[in-house]
Each structure stands twice: as structure tokens, then as C-alpha cells.
């Protein structure tokens, strides 16, 4: 039996510069695709979006079914599983069996900490998500096949075809809004609201809705197309041109009917409709993560600017940015907050969510100038890898 060391958590330095692109500006596509769920007191329409939309609204809710809806959690989950690998990468000679616990344990806590998320700001939280698919999924991306990590990739993408089928219906009765935690005015109240919501839909469908993404992204990481994308560039330009494609294509149909373009379709076209928009999200998610790796190409062969630098700050603190962005949506919108999203056309909350991507990619800027590390990721780190960070690990 010899002796291997914990590395520990990944230096800034030494981090590949396309992976945090991806999660910079994935971070924008979440706020838009989020912060429209906030509002309420309109009738409820597919995918969530309000039911009454019109003019400008419209417009908007074509441009985000196509471009943003069931796209962003995809290109989360793929990153997300790309940097499972990345993890296990760096404690090469440690034990398999100690990095998958590891990976477990790092999972583990996401669970709590979406737990916390949930209950207290956004039961639409993805962290504690991941995090169970971390726990489950463990064994796969550490030790697991090739051939295993494609199985499950199209399982993954099947059943999420299949179960998003009747995400186009319109919600039943008289429902105004899609999480009736947004109408609480008690705070208390709205709290156990968020709480069911998050237990019921925010962990066990996002997780079934993704981890066929997760294990394309440990799939990527194997191969290192964004650790060195310039080696891989005829590839990435093929995912990037068809994966978009099939986004905009893809999402086309139901795009229409949540803009009110297409008005009493028949219910087996909704039901298609929901089926092609879920498989051209996750098609969409890994094409955006291909542009981002031609981009990280290009700037590397020119340089970095400004807004790079900033998107890089973004995604390396993406866990702590993610949660900004619901600090700052439910300041706002909530009914036990300001009350703002009462009656909220989406353009306004499109503004809202764009306008709090931007003020937070700026405070991530600062941060990094300043040397301060993302809150979130230093108290994940600290609860995965404890006080010490490298320790010796027993291997076979």
C-alpha cells in the first residue's frame, strides 16, 4: 500500500479559462430563465411563463423558450460533471474508493446548502440538485466506463424528452402564479411554502431533468475539450453550429405557443412541442459550452480584455454569484418582500434578471482584483476538505 495526497481544491491559477467562461455567462442565461418565475398574479402559461403575454412580452417569451428556457440547467449539469472530473484529475495516485467518498461528501453538503437556499430564498435551487446527483452518480464519474457514461447520457436524455412532454400545458384552474410561494405575504408562511416546493419539485425533477448532461460533461472532461479547446476545435465548431441549431429549432414550437403566436394548438402538438424543446435544451446546453470553448480559443490567440476577465471572475465564484442572484431577485419581486413581481410584465423581469447578472459579474470583477474568493466556494471547500488542505490518502 503506498501513500497519495489530497491536492485539495483547484488553485485560481491553475484553473482552465474555458470551463469559467461557460459558467460566467451560464450564469446570465440562469438569471433570465429564472427571475420570470418570480412574478405573479397572471394566469399561468407553458414552461411557466405568464399566460396573458402580449406585444413586447411576447417577443421575449420567443427569444427565451428558443435561446434560454431548458438551456442554461443543461449547460449547468454538463460543467457540472466536467468538473467531477477535473476533481478526481487532480488526486491521481489517491485511491479510487477515497475520491468517490470525497466526491460524496462534496455532494452531501450541496444538498444541505440547496436545503438552505430553498427554504429561505428559491425553491427553484439547482445547488442541492447536483449535489444528490453528485451522491448518486459518484461511483460513474470517478471510476465508471466511457461506454457506462454514454449509456447514461442517453437514458438521461430520453427520459427528460419524455417527462418535459407536458411542459407546454397550461396550469390548471386558476392558478396566478407557477410557485404559489410568490403570493405568501407572510414571511413565515411563505417560508414552509418554499420548503414543500423545493422538496417536491426543486430536487427530484431538476435532478431527473439533468443527469444525463452530467455525465456528458464527464464524458467531455476525459477528452480535456476545454481544458485545451484549441486542440479540439473542428469538434467543438460541429457542436456549437448543431447543438444552437437544434436549441433555436428545436424550441421553435413551443416558443410560439408561449408567446401567443400559435393559440389553441391540439394537445398532441403541445405534447410534441414539450418533447422537442426539452431535447433541444439539452442539445442547446452542450452547444453553448462548444461556443465557449472557441471563444476561450480566440482570446487566447488575441488576449483577454476587461469583460473576459470579469466572465473568468463569474465563473469561478459561479456557487456564490448563483446565490447573489437570488438574494436579489427576492429583495425585489416576492410577495413578502417589495412586491414588485406582482403583475410584472416579462420584459420588466428579463430587465431584472440581466440588470442583476451584470451588477454581480461587476462585484465578481472587484473580488478577484482584490484577491477575495467567492463566500460560498470557500465554506464548500472548508466543509469538504476540513481544515487541512492536503492530507495523506492510503491507495491500493
Known amino acids: 500500500m503506498t501513500t497519495g495526497t ?15 467562461l461557460a459558467r460566467g455567462g451560464m450564469l446570465l442565461l ?19 411563463y405568464p399566460g396573458d403575454v402580449e406585444g413586447v412580452d ?12 431548458g438551456r442554461a440547467y443543461p449547460l449547468f449539469g454538463l460543467l457540472f460533471g466536467y468538473g467531477i472530473v477535473q476533481l478526481t484529475r487532480r488526486r491521481a495516485g489517491v485511491a479510487v474508493e477515497a475520491v468517490v467518498r470525497l466526491v460524496r461528501r462534496r455532494g452531501a453538503w450541496m444538498v444541505l446548502i440547496g436545503a438552505v437556499h430553498g427554504a429561505l430564498l428559491w425553491s427553484g435551487d439547482i ?10 452518480m459518484a461511483g460513474l464519474l470517478v471510476r465508471g466506463s466511457d461506454r457506462a457514461l454514454v449509456r447514461v447520457a442517453a437514458i438521461g436524455t430520453a427520459l427528460t424528452t419524455l417527462f418535459y412532454a407536458g411542459s407546454g400545458l397550461a396550469a390548471a384552474g386558476d392558478s396566478r402564479a407557477f410557485l404559489t410561494s410568490m403570493t405568501v405575504a407572510d414571511p413565515v408562511q411563505a417560508l414552509v411554502s418554499r420548503a414543500l416546493e423545493w422538496v417536491t419539485f426543486g430536487l427530484p425533477v431538476q435532478a431527473l431533468g439533468v443527469f444525463g448532461a452530467v455525465a456528458v460533461g464527464a464524458w467531455a472532461a476525459r477528452r480535456g475539450l476545454l481544458d485545451a479547446p484549441e486542440r479540439h476545435r473542428p ?40 418533447s422537442l424543446h426539452a431535447l433541444g435544451g439539452y442539445l442547446g446546453g452542450f452547444g453553448y459550452a462548444a461556443l465557449f470553448g472557441l471563444l476561450a480559443v480566440r482570446l487566447a490567440e488575441r488576449g483577454t480584455g476587461p469583460v473576459t476577465g470579469a466572465l473568468q471572475a463569474c465563473g469561478q465564484r459561479s456557487l456564490s454569484c448563483y446565490l447573489a442572484q437570488s438574494v436579489a431577485f427576492v429583495a425585489l419581486l416576492p410577495a413578502w418582500t417589495l412586491g ?5 410584465h416579462l420584459w420588466q423581469t428579463a430587465l431584472v434578471g440581466a440588470g ?27 466543509l ?3 481544515a487541512r488542505r492536503t492530507a495523506p490518502v492510503p491507495t491500493s
Request: charged share 10%; glycine share 12%; proline share 6%.
Open 6 to 20: 489530497d491536492a485539495g481544491a483547484t488553485p485560481i491559477g491553475a484553473r482552465a479559462l474555458a470551463p469559467d
Open 30 to 48: 440562469i438569471a433570465l430563465a429564472n427571475v420570470h418565475l418570480f412574478a405573479y398574479d397572471h394566469p399561468v402559461g407553458p414552461r411557466g
Open 58 to 69: 411576447s417577443v421575449v417569451a420567443l427569444l427565451q423558450v428558443m435561446l434560454v428556457d
Open 127 to 136: 445547488v442541492g440538485a447536483y449535489g444528490l446527483l453528485a451522491v448518486l
Open 235 to 274: 469538434l467543438l465548431r460541429r457542436v456549437a453550429v448543431a447543438g444552437l441549431l437544434a436549441a433555436v429549432l428545436g424550441g421553435l414550437p413551443m416558443a410560439l405557443v408561449a408567446a401567443q403566436y400559435w393559440t389553441a394548438p391540439p394537445l398532441w402538438a403541445v405534447l410534441v412541442a414539450g
Open 340 to 344: 414588485l413581481g406582482e403583475g410584472a
Open 356 to 382: 442583476a447578472w451584470l451588477v454581480i459579474l461587476v462585484v465578481a470583477a472587484v473580488s478577484a482584483r482584490t484577491g477575495v474568493r467567492g463566500p460560498a466556494e470557500v465554506l464548500l471547500r472548508r
Open 384 to 386: 469538504t476538505y476540513g
